[in-house]
């Protein structure tokens, strides 16, 4: 049912043919669209991201973590090939952890997971939609040694 399209004027005949035929073109990886996953006048590069940035404020006015830094990059090893994580969260008893949310898991992040092992300054949590995984960092609990931290707020 509903108004034949031919009885439209051309102009809105016009439009709607346009949204009609306009494929919809997604993120290679699934990525939500930009608004979906702003908050705060912060872009996030996931939804998953943005709802975990919501969690640590949360956390954040309970006293449960006196804060956080977002997208902190560390020069594991070589440090040809440095390793962003979406979140340096300092917790209420002075620990520091690194927290990476994943939704799906690329060849170059796994490479980066398996040096975090030998090199990371702390321990690393890779949240994922059912489960977190902990990669405990050669420093296992303290933020010293190889660890070379760059603030990016990327928006």
């Not at 709802?51 to 006196?66: K, P, S, T, W």
């Not at 977002?70 to 300092?90: A, C, I, N, S, W």
């Not at 990476?100 to 994922?128: N, Q």
Request: proline residues 5%.
């Amino acid at each position: 049912m509903g108004i034949p399209l031919n009885s439209l004027p051309q102009h809105l005949q016009d439009q709607v043919r346009a949204q009609i035929t306009t494929p919809i073109v997604r993120n290679k990886y699934g990525v939500a669209p930009k608004p979906q996953r702003t908050c705060g006048g912060v872009t996030f590069d996931s939804k998953a991201e943005m709802l975990r940035a919501a969690q640590l404020d949360a956390m954040m006015m309970a006293g449960q973590i006196v804060g956080y830094q977002r997208q902190t990059t560390f020069r594991l090893g070589d440090g040809l090939d440095p390793y962003r994580v979406d979140f340096l969260v300092f917790d209420a008893y002075g620990q520091v952890h690194a927290e990476d949310v994943k939704g799906m898991e690329t060849k170059k992040f796994r490479s980066h997971r398996r040096r975090w092992a030998m090199y990371g300054p702390c321990d690393l949590h890779i949240i994922k939609k059912n489960a977190t995984e902990v990669v405990h960092g050669a420093n296992h609990g303290t933020v010293a040694g190889r660890l070379y931290s760059r603030r990016s707020d990327r928006t």
